[in-house]
Structures are given as C-alpha cells and as structure tokens.
C-alpha cells in the first residue's frame, strides 16, 4: 500500500484561504468516508484537526474543513493565521490488508 | 483527561533489544485500540500496527511485520513497542496514539484522537 500523495508545500499570507488536496486511489480514499487530518509543528506530537472526512474535533477551529471528490480528499484552511503554519497530513482506511494508511506530508507556510 | 504517556528517549547499539511503553488514563484503556507510528529524521507518518487492550488483538503493517511485537498490559493501563535487535534504521520518534473506537462493539474508526508525546529512539555504534 504506498503513501497517499500531498503536495510537498503550501503557502500563504494571513488571512487567505489555502487547499491542501490528498490524493490516494479506488481503494482508500475513493471508497471509504474515512479521512483524517492532522496538524503537527515541529518538535510536536500530531494534532487531529479532521475525522471523517470532514468532521472537527471538539476545540478544533473551523476556519478548518474537508471534503472529498473521487479519489482526492482535501483540507482547507480559511483565514490563514501564523499559527497555522505546520506539516499536514492525510491519512486514510485502506481495507483489511493495511487498514491505514498516511500521506506523504505538506508543510505549510504562512507568507 | 485521557492522556497518552510514554517512555523516554533511549540510545541504543545495533543489535540490542528493546521495549518502549505508552501508559494510558482518563478513559478505559482496555476498550479502545492503540496504535504505534514511526517518524523517522526528517521524514512523514507511518502507521506500525494496532492493539486491543482487552483481548491482545494486534494487526501489522504488512512493512513492520516480523520487525517489532507491539503487545499490551491492561492491568497497568500500558502498551509496549519491543524490538529484538535493533538496527541504524530503526532510528526515529515513535508515536502511540488512541484510535477512535465504538464500545461494546470495537469498531475502529481509523482515525488517531489522542496521542503520546513520541519516544525518540536513537540507534548508533
């Protein structure tokens, strides 16, 4: 089962919307509303930011969504603030074999 | 507050054996699944297998198979990541995190809602 592929970087300035897609395949992503976001900065543990596909977390903020189309999951985060700025990762239900699996990781920076 | 809290940093040589622990609380530990994931320098997530404290239930990752035994003591609230000789290559930050789970059922949801703080590993002749 290989990794889920995210774009290496993102960035943008305070106050902008940025889109971190996550794409994987028929049989991960594509099949399962299973998706999960995490938020990790450096030297931290990872934070779940989303589950589900699209649902937060208590105490997540939500200038944090996500949403699916076909085989590519995505995690938008509006009203981009300098704390914000971390590695992202997807990860997903990939069936029996491997039940999960994660993306390749974005770093994020706040311009 | 459910808290995940793990083992120190260690160093090691090639070849030692070695078993890094994530004791649970706030929730009952027995009932939902524990997974372990491995960060090594500079690099991205990998999933390495999952428990279930209540009955020992343990799936691999067809990549870390054979390489590590994940077990658990839910007597002590604890899961433990054990290798029997380690290698360079094991060099990494090692997450347990809690996966979301239905009780009475044990229906995973694959996804991490609570993680330890990582047990850096360090593995040098």
């Known amino acids: 089962q290989s990794a889920l592929t995210q774009p290496a970087s993102v960035s943008g300035s305070p106050g902008q919307s940025i889109t971190i897609s996550c794409t994987g395949t028929?049989?991960?992503?594509?099949?399962?509303?299973?998706v999960s976001w995490y938020q990790q900065h450096p030297g931290k543990a990872p934070k779940l930011m989303i589950c589900e596909g699209s649902k937060r977390p208590s105490g997540v903020s939500n200038r944090f969504s996500g949403s699916k189309s076909g085989n590519t999951a995505s995690l938008t985060i509006s009203g981009l603030q300098a704390e914000d700025e971390a590695d992202y990762y997807c990860?997903?239900?990939?069936?029996?074999?491997?039940?999960?699996?994660f993306g390749t990781g974005t770093k994020v920076t706040v311009l | 507050e459910v808290q995940l809290v793990q083992s120190g940093a260690e160093v090691k040589k090639p070849g030692e054996s070695l078993k890094i622990s994530c004791k649970g609380s706030g929730y009952t530990f027995s009932s939902y699944w524990i997974g372990w994931v491995r960060q090594m320098p500079g690099k991205g997530l990998e999933w390495m297998g999952i428990i279930y404290p209540g009955d020992s239930d343990t799936r691999y990752s067809p990549s870390i198979q054979g390489q590590v035994t994940i077990s658990a003591d839910q007597s002590i609230s604890t899961a433990y990541l054990q290798w029997s000789s380690l290698k360079a290559s094991d060099t990494a930050m090692y997450y347990c995190?809690?996966?979301?789970?239905?009780?009475?059922?044990?229906?995973?949801?694959?996804?991490?809602?609570?993680w330890g703080q990582g047990t850096l590993v360090t593995v040098s002749s």
């Open positions: 990860s997903s239900y990939a069936g029996t074999t491997t039940p999960l699996v």
């Open positions: 995190a809690r996966l979301a789970t239905d009780y009475p059922t044990r229906h995973m949801w694959y996804y991490f809602d609570y």
């Open positions: 028929s049989s991960d992503v594509g099949s399962y509303n299973l």
